[in-house]
């Protein structure tokens, strides 16, 4: 997955955080952290958004 489409997830995920119960919210909101990470990662690599392999 792309930088773009973690950056994508990363925000469905903190969006999907605000409509369910506090339990899950923590899981969606780790979910986006680590999506996070990885464009951050992926951008630290790359030095692009540039979807090349989505």
Known sequence: MSARSKLNSAINNAGNARNVSRSQDIQY????????AGALKDLEENGTLKATSD
């Open 29 to 36: 909101l780790a979910a986006a952290i680590a999506d996070l």
